[in-house]
């Protein structure tokens, strides 16, 4: 499989659809991983385990999709994990207080638009490096959490809403349909609609396509509105899975997404990336957190495997890369 | 003009601070004054600083710590509490800072919450040179410096109960859930825990421990992988009650009889073991430490009296006496 994408990869015309190539660096862990495990322990291959490593990943998954369009762009979003425990506070308080799912998801992803917006305006009006601007708004979210909450859980009764969390449908869990259908339409914005291919010139020259009349400063404002949305889709799931919503829910979440991202084929100098990645960067990851349980290895190795891995497929994408713009030219 | 509009606005955000921060800051300020004596008496004014107060363990603290204060001010002595806090746990730079502040302002007495038991012992050192007594509440800190008292559980203890409630009400496989590697009173409910497991042949210990770093999701996932890996498994034992509510949630899930034993005795996690998701949780005392700190380092300043350790009582929380937990004590 790998070799047919590899294949594809140096004829030009067929590369239509952007997960084309990028997605390998994720792909060879997951097909590894997924090999060598379903040998070493027989629970491994198992439909629940499955269903519970993409459960587990599901949070991530949706994270890593809004962090992927950011980093396309060459900025960062250092506000997500903040912005799930403020999107997951707001939305539990409104479903326990009204009982209305409806008001208290579209209360969230308004949240979570919101705070993406006025990220997106700062960075790409104001100028103010990303890095920064959000890392403003990680603190600003976290603190405005801690005042909602007080610092206490809001415990969630509303047993309608928890089953976005832990319900399913046909067998599939919902919080891995919703990051299906959130991966589709991430794909398809990127694949398909002239935004993707303009979040994708930005990131790769910006000055290049601001020349050709691509509107570079919202361009660039919508992908930390699509983080916030996605963020806000993520805090709901994770709140309706846990049946809480803590304060100091979501911390380091972000770097999380950044790994499923970086392993999934996304340049973090902005540019390049793909959906499909993230998607398999964000599972490979929780599978390394499975097969530390399953194989009973010290938990003291679990960051370091986490670490290696996503170095080793970096360089190696970074080669691939590399050797194919060699050929090219 | 764009610079004096900056200008302006980091002014107005200067004094929103101190707008904010006018409970605080009005405290140390009285405290000044009130050091000579006035007519209406001395205040004396005892600093706490705990690790965190986005953790409501410590916010009942705080609030038990205000209300001896005033049950022990009288028409002589007026006793004030000033109290801030990292936004984290592992603030320990932060906490420090704060501990030298108030130094330098002027406490009459320091209780504090360690967020790094050996670094906070030059601080505490050089209160001693000033001659304020410091006391050490739920975690000790390290050899080196004076501690007029320490006060608080005994976590190994602690830990120990737990073992021996498991023993005697499990019979099968048992799992642990901590809350951060290297934090020495997880380490110490641990050790507790498998030494009170210690001679029971009912019981056997599984898989190494693994941290949840104190955040529910984590927890869950952390739950899900245990289950999966041991379909035999009777009992998680979770260093927190935070995380404890995060494997319940994974074991209703699933809908196997696996008990879930928390640590803290939190108001949330006795609702849990009401609702049915936790077992038992092992409870701890914050606002008797607090309580008693204040009354030891009163005793101290205005009497002379020495100040003792002291560990504070723990009790088995159990669905018998869940409606007693849902306060903190």
Redesign the interface.
Known sequence: MAQSKENKDLTPKRRKFHFDYPWISAAVPLVVLMVALSFA?P?FL?T??IL?IL??AA?YVIMGLGMSFVLMTGGIDLSQGSLLALVGVVSAYIVENSGSIFLAILAGILVGAAIGAANGVVVSCLKIPPFIMTLSTMYLC??LT?VIT????I?ITNSSFKWIG?GDLLGIPVPVIIFIIAAVIGQFILSYTATGRYILAVGSNREAARLSGIKTRWNECKVYIISGIMVAIAGVV?VA????A??????SYEMEAVAASVLGGTSVLGGEGGIIGTVMGAIVV?II??A???L?????YQQMITGAVILIAVIVDVQRKARAAKKVN | MKRWIALLLTLAMCFALTACGGKTTEAPSNDEQPAQTDAAGKTITIALLPKTLSNPYFVAMQKFAEAAAASLSNDEYTVEIVCSAPPSEDGVNEQITMFESYLEKGVDGVLIVPCGTAEVVDTIKKANEKNVPVICLDTNADEGAEVAAFIGTNNYDGGFLAGQWTAENIDGQVAIITGTLGNQCHTDRNNGYIDGLEGASNVELVGDIQPCNGDQGTAMGIAENLLTAYPDLKCIYVTSDTGAMGAATAVQATGRDVKVIGFDGSPAGAQSIIDGGMTATVAQTPGVMAEEGVKALYEMIINGTAAEDMYTPCSMVTAENANDYLDWH
């Open positions: 322990h629970m198992t629940s385990n519970s459960r587990q949070v976290r603190g801690l007080q610092a206490s859980p415990a832990g994770y899975r846990l049946g809480a803590q304060a100091t829910a979501g911390q929780a957190r499975n530390i349980v399953l009973d290895v010290s938990t003291y």
